[in-house]
């Protein structure tokens, strides 16, 4: 508070040098009673449960008792300089902490005028003017000092109402900024920070623009939210924001028009939701409804395919014995004819595999679970494999956890998924390598790693890969990587793969053993 204020607060109540006077004569009278007056105020505090309640422990009781002697003696001193205003201004901050209501702490002060004018007039019996006047000036101390209470009061409100909001506003799980009328960022909480990257600090002062997809800013975006806001004092619409590392966040945004208290526009504030995982959510829904009906008709399809295939192949055999016949005689000629079959004999080999992909992706029956012992049943399809990773150059190596817990599986279904990512390890490797296959438990869950040392994947790829026909080979179908997801996810799993360009794959598939 500065001294114009302090002088103005003293010169409205009227309170002068020679009401301190009066005051400071006071002393000698106060001085022997202070200890029964604060006795009786004490008691007096008892009495009331609002009051009593907070008189609970004997430090308390002691503190406010010398509080109260303290304040009795310094009236006394008749001194109302910037120190007793601070002084005064603490007091009032210190008992709406201690939780007592502004009411009691002026009711207080009526009660100790209460318990001092009698004094007062005992002491001046001969001279009832002094007497009134000491009076008097005491009231006015007492006005000044209930005065600066309140203003204490109002103020630790104020200052708690607006932690409050602050708090409202920065432990938002939702980003919340505000802009002035150019555009320019005037606040930015920490969701804000977490989901952009811009500090408060970086951003504040900077445009709007910093955050807005250069081809959105092209599309008017900007321009279409201020002629609703203009229209409805709001706006409310799903779009895109960029991060400062360039990085687009899918967002809900919610534009209002900021007003001050006279009802001008001073801005707008804006509050936004990162829904990149809603985003997420939709989209594999999406991904998975198309999935249905894609599965249904390709095994149509692959079914229709079926039948007219076989025929295929088995005329091809017939003619192929046909040229043979016509041929014997000269073995020599006839060679093209031998070479347009074997060609075709292998395009056909391929329809075929294809066929089987998506039959067996679109009819994966719900899986029959049982007990499955995963370590000996890697152990002896792997056995199985031995002639083939020969033939690629692979080498096998395999660490299988000790006490691996039983899994309820589906045993052809998983080892389905595994040979899925076996497979892609190989071809992987065109050149050889090594394939790393390993088992391990952790409370709950059982993993299964598959690592090769190809040629890896962009994470472009790696971002693709799950999705259904998504295959970087010559006759892939890209359905093997979706069907091992399916499996585990009927299981309860989880997959996931970790690969860079030319240090090869990892893919890691939990399954909890519940
Ligand atoms: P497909 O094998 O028919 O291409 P998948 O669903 O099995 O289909 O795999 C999809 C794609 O994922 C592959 O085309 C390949 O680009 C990539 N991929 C899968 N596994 C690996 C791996 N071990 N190393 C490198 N790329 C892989
Ligand atoms: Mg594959």
Not at 282 to 306: C, F, N, P, Y
């Amino acid at each position: 508070m500065t001294s114009g204020e302090r002088e103005q607060r003293l010169a409205f109540l009227g309170l002068t040098e020679d009401d301190a006077q009066l005051l400071r004569a006071l002393r000698p009278v106060l001085e022997p009673q202070v200890d029964a007056i604060v006795e009786t105020f004490y008691a007096h505090l008892l009495k009331f449960p609002a009051t009593a309640e907070l008189l609970r422990d004997t430090v308390t009781i002691a503190r406010i008792k010398q509080i109260q002697r303290d304040y009795l003696l310094r009236i006394t001193e008749g001194i109302f300089d910037e120190a007793y205003f601070a002084n005064r201004l603490r007091i009032g901050q210190a008992h709406e902490r201690v939780g007592l209501s502004s009411r009691w702490y002026l009711l207080e002060h009526g009660l100790l005028f209460n318990l001092l004018t009698p004094l007062i007039r005992q002491h001046f019996t001969g001279d009832p003017g002094r007497a009134d006047a000491t009076i008097a000036a005491l009231e006015k101390v007492f006005m000044l000092d209930a005065a600066l209470a309140t203003e204490a009061y109002i103020a630790s409100d104020r200052h708690r109402h607006l932690q409050q909001l602050d708090s409202i506003v920065n432990d938002s799980a939702d980003v919340i900024f505000s802009l002035d009328m150019e555009g320019h960022f005037r606040s930015w909480n920490r969701a804000a920070e977490r989901v952009f990257g811009w500090l408060s600090e970086e951003i504040l002062g900077r445009h709007l623009s910093e955050i807005i997809p250069p081809e959105l800013l092209r599309q008017g975006e900007l321009v279409q939210i201020e002629r609703d806001i203009l229209g409805h004092g709001h706006c409310h619409l799903e779009t895109r924001r960029l991060a400062k590392d360039g990085r687009e966040v899918p967002v809900e945004v919610m534009v209002s028009l900021l007003r001050d208290p006279q009802g001008n526009p001073i801005g707008r504030s804006a509050i936004l939701r990162d829904i990149t995982e809603r985003k997420r959510l939709e989209e594999d829904k999406l991904q998975s409804e198309r999935l249905a009906v894609i599965g249904t008709m390709s095994a149509r399809l692959a079914h229709e395919i079926r039948n007219p295939l076989s025929s295929v192949t088995l005329n091809l055999e017939l003619i192929r014995d046909e040229v043979a016949a016509l041929t014997h005689q000269n073995p020599a000629t006839g060679g093209e004819a031998r070479e347009l079959l074997r060609a075709l004999d292998s395009e056909v080999k391929r329809v075929q595999r294809v066929t089987e992909d998506y039959l067996k992706f679109a009819r994966l029956p719900r899986p029959r679970c049982q007990p499955v012992a995963l370590n000996e049943l890697l152990d002896q399809q792997l056995g199985f494999m031995n002639s083939s990773f020969a033939a690629n150059h692979v080498k096998l190596v395999t660490d299988f956890a000790g006490n691996l817990p039983v899994l309820q599986a589906d045993e052809d279904q998983l080892w389905q998924a595994v040979l899925n990512l076996i497979r892609n390890a190989l071809e992987a490797m065109p050149t050889g390598g090594t394939l790393t296959v390993r088992t391990a438990a952790r409370d709950g869950w059982v993993g299964l790693s598959i690592a090769d040392t190809g040629k890896g994947m962009t994470e472009e790829e790696r971002q693709n890969l799950f999705k259904p026909f998504f295959s970087t080979k010559v006759g892939g179908t890209g359905l093997g990587l979706p069907l091992t997801q399916q499996v585990v996810v009927e299981h309860a799993g989880t997959i996931r793969c970790e690969s860079a360009p030319g240090t090869g794959t990892t893919f890691v598939i939990e399954l909890p053993t519940q």
